[in-house]
């Protein structure tokens, strides 16, 4: 069975930073990209940040520069790092992961809670 599990949401202040966390098990991770999606209230589903290679990523372009994604395969974890935290980075962050070669296994986690207001 296979499971991503977020943790690290949160409410920051503007100008703030939080680092959301993503377990997966029940999935070989070196085999999946591995990335961060977001949805606000009343908007779409939305790129975060992703891994599409081994060593490569790919951004938002709203969070350049102040988000950064990373990963840990002994812990089977993806990261990701916010800084400078604005109040329209509030949304639900979902983890995902999709096989680098097989696009129908395709998974999402339940979601954490960002909130940045002052």
């Known amino acids: 069975q296979v499971q991503l599990v977020e943790s690290g949401g949160g409410l920051v202040q503007p100008g703030g930073s939080l680092r959301l966390s993503c377990a997966a098990s029940g999935i070989i991770f070196s085999a999946y990209h591995m990335g961060w999606y977001r949805q606000a209230p009343g908007k779409q589903r939305e790129l975060v940040a992703r891994f599409t290679s081994a060593l490569s990523t790919d951004y938002s372009e709203s969070v350049k520069g102040r988000f950064t994604i990373s990963r840990d395969s002994a812990k089977n974890t993806v990261y990701l790092q916010m800084n400078s935290l604005k109040p329209e980075d509030t949304a639900v962050y979902y983890c995902?992961?999709?096989?680098?070669?097989?696009?129908?296994?395709?998974?999402w986690g339940q979601g954490t809670q960002v909130t940045v207001s002052s």
């Open positions: 995902n992961a999709v096989h680098r070669l097989l696009g129908q296994r395709n998974y």
